[in-house]
Each structure stands twice: as structure tokens, then as C-alpha cells.
């Protein structure tokens, strides 16, 4: 049975659900220390020279781990981002110091540390700025929301906050509101500097908005009483100030929108959902000419296409217009002829509708631009044009790239100024039709032809290619009870639904769906909600596209209902009658509770928070046993640690019985682990999500050189952790060292073809292992042999970037999972060169595999990737139930 299971008809009448909002918002992670110079590279797979995650790194291990450690979001509630009651608002923002090796000072672009005083004085000269801090940097900096507009009373802005909510949650009513379409003020939302280094859009917005508070231009004056301008001035004010294209917490920003994972992604998607913009545009670098989208194909399945395209490309050519006319000296050019860029002023800037055959960003919504659209903007991803010489781009490209900037900006503003009605009413039809249910169809020639507004998209627009047709249901379940796999990861994905803004409801009563009954709690996402788009992005499979394009900029897949570890059922279609008795839900339910009175007490070891849970008690030297079936039992001991867990991880423990008390002598006893670790920021990041607090880092350099003095790294370690290159020569100190370690007992667990090395070199597996291709990544679907380790909570989907594969396994060596007989589900995965590294070679071979020593050392390795940027969340816990199993053996 898939996790994602499809009921192809509702049950008879049902009565319509009414569904509230579930917008939430969550605070930001803890302060942390100021970041450090780079200590890990990102292994996950990004492309492009300039935009190539390979390249960023920010912390090092301990940092990474101290800020790790604060772990996922917590639990949403009602709400993002609290606006100002009435404008101006200008608090006195937080002044930071200088940092002495501010990379800004190289590029002579605005540091970090000068933007509160720049600001504080706008607003003291200016009555039409307003900052506001909408959440810190993992670093503890401070992330800025800047807001331009005419002064506005009380009363006016409570009346635009109630025009913006009837706009998303009433939009019949909003359409044929007359005085919303004269007085509405519509948002129109600039961010800049996601990548830490790529900082002039940063530089372009200040002048801009300096340039704004003091315009006495009617052009300007007319601009802010009909509009608000939003600025992100800085979303990753750690990476600016340090040169670095990632976070403080090592991750790229700007592919964390679904995740999560950093504070600055939490802070742009809160501010999303608050702002509710009618064309958002982010700024980036570098491409060597000025790019700006919409993006060519794949076009994802769940945008509104003939809403969004028309004014975003219209919007681009205009940005052309007005750069071309710029003729700024040093900018560079597209020619359209031959595909290069030149400095001769050629007329044209690059448009990827226009100019990029296939692969560029569109599909997966990962990125600040694909995100914000399914909040219902137009919206773009601005590629500024001149590069870095060494860490930062120079003085004078920074200047060049700042006035290319400033323009494009300009352009935008008038654009949107000039089209607003029209553009309003495209976002109030995105609306209706989520709340309508309207069924999705992908655009055909007749509606090409007959979608108004401008038209220069329609000859760009391949009918056959451009976006496949969606088949929405009426509603995905997400069952409580028996029928789900993980309670704790059912709630974690819920949780993340309402973090979005996705209407999430619960059932009133046992109901029955398509023949299928589910219990009262379970949760209920309706199709019928004003952000579908984004609800169905989130929880569908998704589409194999590997025969639609040669190659992806980025991941093709990334669905939770099938990676988050929960069982999750997609009902009936979105024609189909609502089902009855959902309660619209705000936050998830609390459930965990303490039996009184009870000496022993159990819980379900299933998902990410029940890992957590487990090595917090484990922390506090609670006596635990893990039981065949997957439960953990915890000793009278314990129970004030279990306590602890009950509020902290909120778990539902249950008496154990008789007996299962008598049956702990010959159960497995646990112990708190310390796993040393080689690998990146994933693996790090994962593991103390996971809730492993003792982790130690090790290279294969360092163990060589620590073999002398037993500083390796390896002392008292229980497990070693391969999640990139730990190759020791043969016959050297540092491979007698870590063999005598195994042989001791020591377990290897980890990832890829390096951690198959390890394991093998070290006498714990054999056989061959194959690489899938490099680039190929998406859904796959597994099976889970009889006697798995992974039996107790079986998962039948996984996540890989790239794909690797075991055959001629050597004696001892097992299968724990495989591929299936077609294994890719959704995404981007096609055999290159020979033929042999598509999921037709992997089909039916193992996916994960283990061994044992007569030692009692374990190992697994994945072939799987289950920590690809802490992402597939019932990956993590598959590993964390193979580092128990690996750790039990000794």
C-alpha cells in the first residue's frame, strides 16, 4: 500500500466544510554565535556556475551542531507576521557593530551592520518609510521589512487588511467590491541578498528607497498613495557579511522554502503569507547579462499559467525596454542570435520564457519566486549580471550591478503601477478558483488564444510541453489511528501545512471515505481552499519528467505526503460533494500524555519527534528498552524524564504489560551514543534534528594524524557516521586504527558509494556498488523485504539524489531495502552514456544493505538519500532506526 493512497470516488452526500484560515508562523530560532568561515560544502546537487550550492559553506562542525541542535520549527499557531496597526511604524532598530572582516568592505557594497542606522534616519526623516523585524538569521541578525507607502491612519489600514483577506477568502465578494478596486493599495514586494554573496540588490533597494522618501515627483507621490512597497533588504545577513552563498547553518536558502529548515526561509514564507504581494521579485546573481523571468519549461502543474504569464513576461520585456534605453556603461547584453552575452547594447537582456529552451527553475517551488506565486503573485527571479573576481564581486561590477538593479526595480514599479486593475483581478481569480474547486486543466491552443490580457507570451507557449494537466482531489486525509504510520510525523507534516497557510481541518466523527473509514481527529486538507495551488504542491506525488526536458537546474520532486514519513490518502476529485464534519484546525492537537500510576510506559519509535524523544530520555539516563514491534519502554527510572518528553516532544506513552515487562530480560537495552562523523552539513544537521547530542567529527586526515596522541576523533565513539570521502591508505596507522576500532565493535552507518567504501574496507559488507546518474533525483518507490530492520514502520517511497544500487552482495551482506520494478515516481532520472545508470538498471536491486562482524560491528549503508537537506523527514528516521540497530550489535 503506498503512503500516498488514491480513493477514486467519495462516499454519497456529504454536507460542505466550512475552512478557516490555518496561517502560521512560528519564531525563529535562538541566537546563535556569529558565524564562522566555511567548515562544509553542500553535496546536493544544485547546477549552474554562479548558483551552484557547492559553493557554501558557513559554519563550522561545532557551531553547526550548536545551532542544530534547537531543532525544527515550533508548533505553529494562528497567524504570521503581526503588521503595523497604521503607518508610519518606525520602532528604533537594533544597531549592530561592525564586523572587522565584513566582506562587503572588498565590494564596497552596504554592510549589514549599516542598514539599522540608514533606516533609523529615514525614518526620522521621512513619514513615508515603516521597518519592522520580521524574524533573525540563524546567526541572531535581525531581518528587516522596509515599507513605502503615503501615511495611513488606523482606520485605512484596518480597511486594507480587511480588503486583503476578502481578496483571498471571499473573492466572488472582493471582484465586485468597488471600493476595494478604487482605494485598495496593492503590494508590490522587492527582496534581495537569499545568497549571501550576491549583494547589490540589497544596495539597489536602499537607493531606491531613499530616492522614494524624499521624491516630491507626482509620478512618485501618485505611486505610494495607490501602492505598498515592500523591501527585504537582506535575507541572509549571515552570508552577506561573510561571503558566503549559504546560511549560517550551511544551507541555501533559496532551495529551504518547502523545508523549512533555516530561520531566514521561515521568515520569507511568514512574510509571504502576511503581505499576500500582487508581484514579488527577488534578486540574485550572477549570469553575466541581466536575466529576469518568467522561466521556460517544465512549467510546475499547479500554477495558474494563464494568470501568471501574461503580465510576467509583459513585465520582462518592459524591464528589457528600459535597460536597453539605460545604456549603462559596463552592463553586458544577450545575443539572441548566438546565445553568449556581449558588452555591445544588442538590444535585449535575457528572458528564460523567451530565450532558455527548458530547465530553468520553474517547476520545483524551493525558490523565493516559485514560493511567492503560490501565494498569488506574478512573480521573478532577477539575475544580475557581472560575476565575482575571487570572493566578491569588485567595486566597480558591484556599482554596475547596483544601477542595473536600481533600473530593473524602477521598470518593475511602473510596470505594476500602470496594470495593477488587471493584475488584481488575475490574483482574485487565482483565489476563486482554489475555493471553487475548479477543476486544473493545462492550457490548450483554444485557451491560449483566448486568455486576455497582453498576449507576446502566447507564441512562446508549446501546448504539448509546456505544463502537464493536474488531477486534483477533492481532499488528502491524513489518518490518526491504526491506519497511520507515524502519529509524530503525521503531525509534523500537518504542522508545516498550517506554517504555509494551508487550510488544514479535523474530523468530528468516524467518517467514511471511498469505502475507507477513518477515525475522528484525522486531518483533512480540502481542495476546496484559496491556496490549493500550494496545498497540492506540497502533498502530490508529483510527475516523471525525465522525458520532458535533457536535464533540471535543480530537484524535480519533494512531495511530503510521500518523504515525511506519514500515511497520507488522496480522496476523490475536486468535483466531488465535501466531506462532512471537518473542523478547520489552527494548530495541531496536543496528545501526549502520562499514564498515572503506571511503573513501566511505552511509546511508538516511529517518526523524527519520537527519535527525539528517545535520545533526550536517553540523555537523562532513563532506562529504556526497544521492544521487537518498535516500541521503546521506558523503567520506573525513567518517568521523570518521560515526563519531560511528554511536554517537550509531546508523546502519547501508554501502559506497558505484564507481559511485555516480563519480556524486557531478552529485549535490546539502550544506551545514549556518540557518533562520529564524516560527512557535510546534511549529515550533521540530520543527526541533531534527529536528536543524537553527542557528535563528534572525524577525517580520514585526522585520524591519521591523531593516531599518535588517540585524537582521532574515534575514542569512545559507538558509531561512525560516512556521509562523505573517509579513505585511508592501506597499511597506513590510520587504517590499522580505525579496523581495530571495528573489530572492537565499532558499527559504520551511512550513505552513497562512500560509505559502501568504508563499510567494505572494514570487512562489514561486500559486493558492488553501482551510481546511478549524477544528476538524476526524485520519488522512488522501495520494498521492504520480510525481516527488514525496517519492518516495524515500512515506508514504500524514498528520496534520491543521485541513486546508488548494490549487487553481488557477498555472504552476510542483506538487503534491507530495494528499488522497485520501476522504481521512479516523480521527478528527474534518465540513463546517459551507456545505459546502465537509469532506474531501469536499479530496478529490483538493493537500495539499502547491512552486515555483521563476528565482532558484533554492524554496518548500513543507504543508497537512498535520506539526509538530502534535512528534506525527506521518514528517511531520517529509517536512518535512525539503522544507527540503533547498528549500535545494538556490539
Known amino acids: 500500500m503506498r503512503l500516498l493512497r488514491t480513493i477514486a470516488v467519495l462516499s454519497g452526500a456529504a454536507i460542505a466544510a466550512s475552512l478557516t484560515s490555518g496561517t502560521a508562523f512560528a519564531a525563529s530560532a535562538p541566537s546563535a554565535p556569529t558565524a564562522l568561515r566555511a567548515a562544509f560544502t553542500d553535496d546536493s546537487g544544485g547546477r549552474g556556475p554562479e548558483r551552484d550550492p557547492d559553493s557554501a559553506g558557513s559554519a563550522s562542525f561545532a557551531d553547526l551542531v550548536k545551532l542544530a541542535k534547537t531543532g525544527p520549527a515550533a508548533k505553529a499557531a494562528d497567524g504570521a507576521i503581526a503588521m503595523p496597526a497604521s503607518y508610519p511604524h518606525q520602532p528604533a532598530l537594533t544597531v549592530y557593530p561592525a564586523d572587522e572582516n565584513d566582506a562587503t568592505r572588498l565590494n564596497e557594497t552596504i554592510a549589514f551592520s549599516e542598514l539599522a542606522p540608514l533606516l533609523n534616519g529615514l525614518m526620522a526623516q521621512s513619514d513615508r518609510i515603516s521597518t519592522q523585524v520580521v524574524g533573525q538569521s540563524t546567526s541572531g541578525r535581525d531581518l ?170 509583459a513585465l520582462a520585456l518592459r524591464v528589457e525596454t528600459d535597460v536597453v534605453a539605460a545604456a549603462i556603461p559596463g552592463n553586458r547584453y544577450y545575443d539572441r542570435a548566438t546565445g553568449g552575452t556581449t558588452t555591445t547594447n544588442t538590444g535585449s537582456i535575457k528572458i528564460p520564457y523567451r530565450d532558455t529552451a527548458s530547465g530553468w527553475d520553474d517547476y520545483p517551488p524551493i525558490f523565493t519566486a516559485q514560493y511567492a506565486a503560490y501565494h498569488g503573485a506574478v512573480t521573478a527571479t532577477v539575475e544580475l549580471p557581472l560575476g565575482r573576481t575571487g570572493s566578491t564581486t569588485t567595486p566597480t561590477n558591484a556599482r554596475i550591478n547596483t544601477e542595473v538593479a536600481k533600473v530593473t526595480m524602477e521598470s518593475m514599479l511602473r510596470y505594476v503601477a500602470a496594470h495593477s486593475d488587471a493584475i488584481l483581478a488575475d490574483q482574485i481569480e487565482v483565489f476563486r478558483r482554489g475555493l471553487a474547486g475548479a477543476p486544473k486543466t493545462a492550457l490548450t491552443t483554444a485557451g491560449v488564444a483566448a486568455t486576455p490580457g497582453p498576449d507576446e507570451w502566447k507564441e512562446h507557449w508549446d501546448v504539448a510541453d509546456d505544463q502537464d494537466p493536474v488531477q486534483l482531489p477533492r481532499a488528502y486525509v491524513i489518518p490518526t489511528g491504526e491506519g497511520q504510520r507515524s502519529a509524530s510525523d503525521a503531525e509534523a507534516l500537518v504542522d508545516a501545512l498550517l506554517f504555509h497557510g494551508v487550510q488544514v481541518g479535523a474530523l468530528a466523527h468516524d467518517t467514511t471515505v471511498g469505502g475507507v473509514t477513518y477515525p475522528a481527529g484525522s486531518f483533512v486538507v480540502d481542495m476546496h481552499q484559496p491556496r490549493r495551488g500550494l496545498a497540492n504542491v506540497l502533498l502530490d506525488l508529483g510527475t516523471d519528467i525525465s522525458g520532458k526536458v535533457p536535464s533540471m537546474y535543480d530537484i524535480s520532486a519533494w512531495s511530503l505526503a510521500y518523504l515525511w514519513g506519514a500515511t497520507v490518502d488522496k480522496v476523490g476529485d475536486t468535483t466531488d460533494a465535501a466531506i462532512g464534519g471537518v473542523v478547520p484546525l489552527h494548530r495541531v492537537p496536543q496528545d501526549g500524555v502520562l499514564p498515572k500510576k503506571a511503573p513501566y510506559v511505552a511509546f511508538d519509535v516511529a517518526g523524527v519527534e519520537d527519535y527525539r524523544a528517545l535520545n533526550a530520555l536517553l540523555d537523562a539516563d532513563a532506562p529504556v528498552w526497544l521492544l521487537d514491534d518498535g516500541r521503546a519502554v521506558v523503567g520506573p527510572e525513567g518517568l521523570a524524564a518521560a515526563a519531560n ?162 549487487t553481488g552482495l557477498g555472504e552476510g551482506t542483506v538487503a534491507q531495502l530495494t528499488y522497485a520494478d520501476d522504481p521512479l515516481l516523480a521527478g528527474h532520472w534518465r540513463a546517459t552514456g551507456a545505459g546502465t545508470n537509469g532506474p531501469a538498471s536499479a530496478a529490483g536491486q538493493a537500495s539499502v544493505v547491512s552486515g555483521e562482524a563476528a565482532s558484533g560491528a554492524r554496518a548500513v549503508v543507504f543508497g537512498t538519500s535520506p539526509f538530502f537537506r534535512t528534506h525527506p523527514k521518514g528517511g531520517m528516521s529509517q536512518a535512525a532506526q539503522a544507527i540503533f540497530w547498528a549500535a545494538a550489535g556490539e
Open 144 to 313: 528587516y521589512l522596509v515599507t513605502v507607502t503615503a501615511p495611513e491612519g488606523r482606520g485605512e489600514t484596518a480597511q486594507q487588511t480587511k480588503w486583503r483577506e476578502q481578496i483571498r477568502t471571499a473573492p466572488d465578494k472582493a471582484a465586485q467590491d468597488r471600493r476595494l478596486a478604487a482605494n485598495y493599495k496593492t503590494p508590490i514586494w522587492i527582496s534581495a541578498n537569499i545568497h549571501g554573496n550576491e549583494w547589490e540588490g540589497t544596495d539597489a533597494a536602499v537607493q531606491l528607497i531613499e530616492q522614494l522618501a524624499a521624491s516630491q515627483d507626482p509620478e512618485t507621490i501618485a505611486l505610494l498613495k495607490k501602492h505598498r512597497l515592500y523591501f527585504s533588504l537582506s535575507l541572509n545577513p549571515d552570508g552577506r557579511t561573510i561571503a558566503t552563498r549559504a546560511t549560517a547553518l550551511s544551507l541555501d536558502g533559496n532551495r529551504d522554502m518547502v523545508t523549512l529548515t533555516t530561520p531566514e526561509a521561515r521568515s520569507f514564507v511568514a512574510t509571504a503569507q502576511a503581505l499576500q504581494p500582487l508581484y514579488a521579485a527577488d534578486f540574485h546573481g550572477y549570469t553575466n547579462v541581466l536575466q529576469v523571468e518568467p522561466c521556460g519549461p517544465p512549467h510546475g502543474e499547479n500554477y495558474e499559467y494563464d494568470l501568471f504569464i501574461p503580465h510576467g513576461y
Open 645 to 806: 518528553a511528554v511536554v517537550t516532544y509531546d508523546i502519547p506513552f501508554e501502559t506497558v504489560s505484564d507481559a511485555d515487562i516480563a519480556a524486557l530480560d531478552e529485549a535490546t537495552v539502550l544506551e545514549e551514543l556518540t557518533i562520529a562523523v564524516a560527512g557535510t552539513q546534511d549529515d550533521v544537521l540530520a543527526l541533531a534534528e534527529l536528536g543524537f547530542s553527542d557528535l563528534v567529527r572525524v577525517t580520514a586526515a585526522g585520524v591519521q594524524a591523531g593516531v599518535a596522541t588517540g585524537t582521532t576523533g574515534l575514542e569512545g565513539a559507538d558509531l561512525l557516521w560516512v556521509g562523505s570521502a573517509f579513505s585511508l591508505p592501506a597499511g597506513s596507522p590510520g587504517r590499522q586504527y580505525v579496523q581495530a576500532w571495528v573489530d572492537a565493535g565499532g558499527s559504520i552507518v551511512g550513505r552513497t558509494n562512500q560509505a559502501f567504501a568504508v563499510a567494505s574496507t572494514y570487512g562489514l559488507v561486500s559486493g558492488t556498488v553501482v551510481a546511478g546518474n549524477g544528476s538524476g533525483n526524485g520519488i522512488v518507490d522501495v520494498d521492504v523485504p520480510e525481516g527488514s530492520i525496517f519492518s516495524n514502520h515500512p515506508q514504500d517511497a524514498a528520496f534520491i539524489y543521485p541513486a546508488y544500487w548494490f
